[in-house]
């Protein structure tokens, strides 16, 4: 169950207890749609259906916002919207008008409604009160902030703030690109993206090349930045770090792979969280350090 993107913020008040999170979760529950409803949004269990909503290893958490979502196209719409004109044009010998068609439209969609196909989906968030880290496995802000939204209504006495450096990470990257030293603990891959600066915005992608040749460092000089670069941290884990201080693309190299074959631990997705638990908070300490620190949030 490791994290494939980390969306990252810093806890600046927490005093909920992992019991009392639980009971608070637990009136805000994801249910079905109801026949007239689009979406619905709610808690579920992270691990499986019948289990806690808050999983608990150690002081680690890790909670689940699911949404249900029905699926109606406007396309759908659209087309049974053009047959009822079609009908009522026979019946009074012209076609239906901008405000008739707006109305036919918002007709077939309650009547569509109670019969669309609803899909669900699940969002985790990782959440480590000693080291102060909230993180939200998404690389899309809108899904990070319906998460927080929902927790803000569950509780109260908690308060979280993006994560915030006194570098830039498109400085940083930038930095690296034209030559200067990368810090010990990370390795630059062989991915990134440099955008222009101009109105143009001309952008050059490098997939699977090698970051250290003479043609990125005239893209630089050009005045280039980096938004986007593939890094590996300590032989461990590999990440695509982006200009927004998102780490997409998660992925446990070997090292780590070797303590989830050998653990003797029967639950793949506890052993997964204990060690993604135990190594990301490194990581995130390193990162920010090579950012030049964090300013205080408080």
Known sequence: MWFKN???????NWNVSPAELETALS???????????????????????????????????????????????ISVINQFAKLRAAEIEDQQGYKPGRK?????????????????????????????????????DTSNAAKADELIELLHKSIEGCSIALVKTKKSPTSAMTEWLAGDDVPASFTIDRDCELCGMGDEKATVRYVRHAL????????????????????????????????????KRIVPLDFIKDQIDTSEADDVFDTDFAIMTGELPHLLADLMDTLGGEYDLH
């Open 27 to 73: 009136k805000h529950t994801l249910h079905n749609c109801l026949s007239m409803e689009m979406q619905s949004r709610g808690w579920v269990s992270p691990k499986a259906e019948d289990e806690p909503l808050v999983h608990i290893l150690g002081q680690q958490m890790l909670i689940a916002l699911g949404v249900e979502k029905k699926l109606l196209p």
């Open 6 to 12: 980390l969306q990252i913020y810093r806890i600046t």
């Open 212 to 247: 250290d040749s003479a043609e990125i460092i005239r893209h630089v000089k050009e005045g280039k930045k980096a938004t986007r670069l593939a890094m590996t941290w300590r032989d461990k884990i590999s990440f695509t770090l982006n200009e927004n201080m998102q780490l």
């Open 100 to 136: 008739q068609m707006k109305e036919l439209k918002e007709l077939v969609t309650d009547e569509l409604l109670p019969r669309a196909f609803a899909l669900r989906r699940k969002t985790c968030a990782w959440i480590d009160p000693v080291g102060g880290w909230f993180v939200i």
